[in-house]
């Protein structure tokens, strides 16, 4: 099984692909690979007459870095932080409140070959009654990938949160229906019974199959609209809703969300992991941390859907596709699948040729994900749209939230970036500190730098923690840990990130 006719893009132009490099392998791990016919119109476009007034280069350093007035000119974003009331407002019970704070930040990258480069990174923000629904929001980043990754990034900002509304309106009035059904006609009709504040909350299994649900119709979409170039374009979209005092993390690519959780037992849940699968592997993967009670540490409530994860390998590989690094595809080292293991979030890709997803026989289309919106192509060899999907109920233990693009991951562990954080006064500071210690990294690697985006969010809820919902959200990722554990180390240049 392999790429097919039904794909829009042209098999002929695809096959003459040549690599497009600056830096580590490939410009932009999840970048894309020119056809013929598209390098062609860029070429064209870069040979219009250009206006040096209104889009002058930007002023470099004696290293070709941007100065700093250039770097300040690319960000935006918030102010000030916000606050907000979230959660089962209704109740009227104090522990059932979020108090909620946050802000959000974006920074263009700059791309040293094409300096005047879009901000192919997007995110959406709904603050409060996000699908008529009374303390419910909706946080949401995109990463595009590819010539026309902007255009998919900001499509799917638009749909995907509108196909989430749409379909939680309809499951609410399904459920309150079915409620008012249940009363019989004994009992009178409460006056505000059809108005949605009065609609009941979901359960976790049905907020997350609307989830799932947006996210292939999101897809379809986009797939169907025709001033959308997807075929070799993409975003990514980590998304997350809160509803009846839970989150509901949504994802598909290697965007990320991390919770900042604060312990306060003797017996933590990495303790607990400690005694389960020893001294040597524990310390060893949790960078010598000695962790004790109140110390917050990191959660991931969502894994990189990339091919460093031995079953999304093995998924796409069933899918019919290839999986090789570029230096394997070309033959400059050996087919070795022991390359392609990595702890993405614990440790740092210095080397920077990850493996990617070819068609058999084919150079394309060469993505460093296995799940995403968009990609036509891709999905010929099992790149979904299909989420993963992670639910937990707020505590008193949850105090940070970060939502990000992989320009803040790429260089930086989630146990530094919730550091980071929790150093700060507010959100946005927070959002503030990350932006410049992710950018100072992607300085310290590469010649160029991502585009960057992060949502922080800090959170105030009175309820108990939930230790053993804690260690299951560990568990998860633990899983794919003892996976990659028996795999020998990769190959070439590769340490943690001392912080």
């Known amino acids: ?88 407002i209704r109740s009227g019970k104090a522990d059932d409140l979020i108090h909620v704070q946050y802000a959000v930040m974006t920074q263009r990258g700059y791309y040293p070959d094409n300096p005047h480069k879009q901000n192919q990174d997007e995110y959406f923000i709904c603050p409060s009654k996000f ?122 690519g290697d965007s990320r969300c991390v919770l900042g959780y604060r312990t306060e ?22 960078k010598n941390r000695k962790l004790s009670p109140g110390e917050l540490i990191a959660i991931p409530l969502s894994e990189d859907q990339t091919p460093y994860r031995i079953d999304e390998r093995e998924r796409l590989k069933k899918s019919g596709a290839r999986v090789m690094t570029i230096d394997q595809i070309d033959g400059l080292v050996p087919m070795d699948e022991n390359r ?54 707020i505590t008193k233990g949850d105090e940070i939230l970060v939502i990000a693009s992989d320009g803040i991951f790429e260089f930086l562990t989630n146990q530094r970036v919730i550091d980071i954080c929790s150093e700060c006064d507010n959100p946005q500071q927070a959002c503030a500190n990350l932006l410049q210690a992710s950018y100072e990294q992607w300085l310290h690697y590469e010649l160029r730098t991502d585009d960057i985006t992060c949502i922080v969010l800090f959170l105030k809820n009175g309820k108990p923690n939930d230790d053993e919902a804690v260690k299951k959200l560990m568990a998860i990722n633990q899983r794919v840990k003892k996976v990659q554990a028996s795999k020998k180390p990769r190959g070439g240049s590769m340490r943690q990130l001392e912080e």
């Open 265 to 286: 037992n003797d017996s933590t849940p990495m303790e607990e992991e400690k005694k389960e699968i020893g001294e040597e592997d524990f310390l060893s993967q949790s």
């Open 1 to 88: 099984m392999g790429c097919t006719s039904s794909s829009p893009a042209n098999a002929e132009d695809i096959n003459a692909t040549e690599r497009v490099m600056n830096g580590r392998k490939g410009i932009d791990k999840t970048e894309r690979i020119h056809t013929a016919s598209e390098r062609a119109k860029l070429a064209k476009r870069a040979q219009a007459p250009k206006d040096d007034v209104e889009h002058p280069p930007p002023k470099l350093n004696e290293n070709g870095h941007l100065l700093a007035e250039e770097v300040v000119k690319r960000i935006s974003g918030s102010v000030e932080a916000k606050e907000i009331v979230l959660g089962d």
């Open 131 to 252: 699908g008529n629904g009374v303390g419910d929001a909706f946080f949401a980043v995109f990463d595009g990938h590819g010539d026309w990754g902007h255009d998919c990034a900001r499509f799917a900002k638009k749909k995907l949160p509108a196909c989430l509304a749409q379909n939680l309106k309809k499951a609410r009035a399904a459920l309150n229906a079915a409620n008012l059904k249940k009363r019989g006609n004994s009992k009178p009709v409460p006056k505000d019974a059809f108005h949605p504040s009065s609609w009941p909350y979901l359960p976790e299994k049905e907020y997350e199959d609307a989830c799932r649900q947006a996210y292939l119709q999101c897809n379809k979409a986009m797939h169907d609209d025709k001033a959308v170039k997807d075929s070799l374009s993409g975003t990514t979209a980590i998304s997350v809703g809160f509803h009846a005092g839970r989150i509901t993390v949504s994802n598909v």
């Open 340 to 393: 392609g293991v990595l702890d993405l979030g614990e440790d740092i890709d210095e080397e920077g040729d990850p493996p990617r997803v070819w068609c058999q026989d084919h150079k394309y289309p060469g993505t460093a994900f296995s799940r995403s919106l968009g990609d036509t192509v891709g999905e010929d060899i099992g790149v979904t749209a299909e989420p993963e999907i992670i639910t937990k109920e």
